[in-house]
T-cell receptor, first 112, second 115 residues
Framework: SQQGEEDPQALSIQEGENATMNCSYKTSINNLQWYRQNSGRGLVHLILIRSNEREKHSGRLRVTLDTSKKSSSLLITASRAADTASYFCATDARSNTGKLIFGQGTTLQVKP | DAGVIQSPRHEVTEMGQEVTLRCKPISGHDYLFWYRQTMMRGLELLIYFNNNVPIDDSGMPEDRFSAKMPNASFSTLKIQPSEPRDSAVYFC?????????????FGPGTRLTVL
């Protein structure tokens, strides 16, 4: 069963705009990670946020985590055409043995 | 480092045939994961290993699927006999530590088509 659910499923924006993707999950977690997948490629890790953290930054990426709402958001600022990809959240539920459960992903299209 | 290496990159086979997918993890990584990705089901964890030992194979869909890790630098995922519904992209990933607390590094995937 899916632990993480992304919203929206698809997002189309113009270059330079900000893109926000949301992830909701069901059970308590140790950590939450975001990954990017370009078409036809493997997933690439973007950022990890621990359950005791509320916000984390990495370059143009900003991730927030609200454990009370069991949700996270990924903000990409000043988007570029190269940001076009699918974005997945993945959780390491406390009940699990260290495996990640991936959501269905948000497909982002950035138009030049 | 070359990253996670998977072979073949594409595989087309006929129903009933045996398929073997191969993976070489990043040197020094203790964890190896096999995933399957389809449009309908998304990314599913099939099995993962720690120090060459299978830890959780609850995601393996049925007995037709088997995975081995004979040493720290090589793993195989075998489907015998293959069926059209096995068509998917299969990813191998490795990590230094446990999947939840450490980054997973994915290979480029093997696109399997079963006719």
């Amino acid at each position: 069963s899916q632990q993480g659910e992304e919203d929206p499923q698809a997002l189309s924006i113009q270059e330079g705009e900000n893109a926000t993707m949301n992830c909701s999950y069901k059970t308590s977690i140790n950590n939450l990670q975001w990954y990017r997948q370009n078409s036809g490629r493997g997933l690439v890790h973007l950022i990890l946020i621990r359950s005791n953290e509320r916000e984390k930054h990495s370059g143009r990426l900003r991730v927030t985590l609200d454990t009370s709402k069991k949700s996270s958001s990924l903000l990409i600022t000043a988007s570029r055409a190269a940001d076009t990809a699918s974005y997945f959240c993945a959780t390491d539920a406390r009940s699990n043995t260290g495996k990640l459960i991936f959501g269905q992903g948000t497909t982002l299209q950035v138009k030049p | 480092d070359a990253g996670v290496i998977q072979s073949p990159r594409h595989e087309v086979t006929e129903m009933g045939q045996e398929v073997t997918l191969r993976c070489k993890p990043i040197s020094g990584h203790d964890y190896l994961f096999w995933y399957r990705q389809t449009m309908m089901r998304g990314l599913e964890l099939l099995i993962y290993f720690n120090n060459n030992v299978p830890i959780d194979d609850s995601g393996m869909p049925e007995d037709r699927f088997s995975a081995k890790m004979p040493n720290a630098s090589f793993s195989t995922l075998k489907i015998q006999p293959s069926e059209p519904r096995d068509s998917a992209v299969y990813f191998c990933a490795s990590s230094l530590g446990r999947g939840g607390t450490d980054t997973q590094y994915f290979g480029p995937g093997t696109r399997l088509t079963v006719l």
